[in-house]
């Protein structure tokens, strides 16, 4: 009966200690430039649940600078915090190479903006952005030689968003090339025409 009752006792500690394991949450709940909370960002196309890093809790970052190897492993990327992959793709032209501090700052005062004129999470808003702009349908190369003719082929969720992050960058250097707007007034416009699905996004009407 003594082992029975330590044995009951064992198995009431291990239940505990499972059921504060599952209640287990951040002391601080983690915002996204100390600002933007993660809680409730949905994304609605469930083709990119694995795809668009939002809801884990292991990209809910303050800074979007995990220096992660995501490109050691094909699909490892996926796992990258999405904003992250907003700010590397800053990061181009061989001028702009390596400066990821430059590239977050301007990631942060585009999202001010966004907030400033939509009154919405800029997170949200860049999430919303990515789902509408991915290209659905491609083209690729069927054959060698003579016979080589194109195809149409759907697109995988994954090269979805990396295209659309891609075309989001090069429509927002575009614009503001000789242009009196900076950069992240340029990328904030972006990002929120490609939510609204507006025509004036680069991203709706440029195909790859």
């Excluded at 949450?25 to 100390?34: C, E, I, K, V």
């Excluded at 795809?51 to 990209?59: F, L, N, P, R």
């Excluded at 990396?162 to 990002?191: Q, W």
């Amino acid at each position: 009966s003594t082992q029975s009752t330590w044995g009951s006792k064992k198995n009431k500690q291990r239940l505990n200690m499972a059921e504060s394991v599952e209640k287990a949450h951040f002391a601080n709940t983690p915002l996204l430039f100390g600002k933007w909370s993660y809680q409730d960002i949905t994304v609605e196309d469930i083709c990119f649940k694995d795809y668009i890093a939002v809801s884990q809790t292991k990209v809910q970052v303050y800074l979007p600078h995990t220096a992660g190897r995501y490109q050691i492993k094909r699909f490892r990327k996926a796992t990258c915090p999405i904003v992250e992959r907003l700010v590397g793709s800053l990061q181009f032209h061989g001028r702009n190479t390596g400066k990821k501090q430059k590239a977050i700052r301007i990631v942060r005062q585009a999202f001010e903006l966004i907030h400033i004129l939509t009154k919405e999470n800029p997170i949200q808003v860049f999430v919303n952005a990515l789902q509408n702009c991915g290209a659905r349908e491609d083209a690729t190369r069927i054959g060698t030689g003579g016979n080589a003719r194109r195809q149409a082929v759907d697109v995988s969720p994954l090269r979805r968003v990396n295209t659309g992050i891609y075309y989001m960058i090069k429509g927002t250097r575009d614009s503001t090339f000789r242009s009196l707007r900076n950069i992240a007034e340029c990328l904030a416009d972006e990002i929120i025409n490609a939510a609204k699905n507006s025509p004036n996004s680069c991203l709706l009407y440029t195909s790859p």
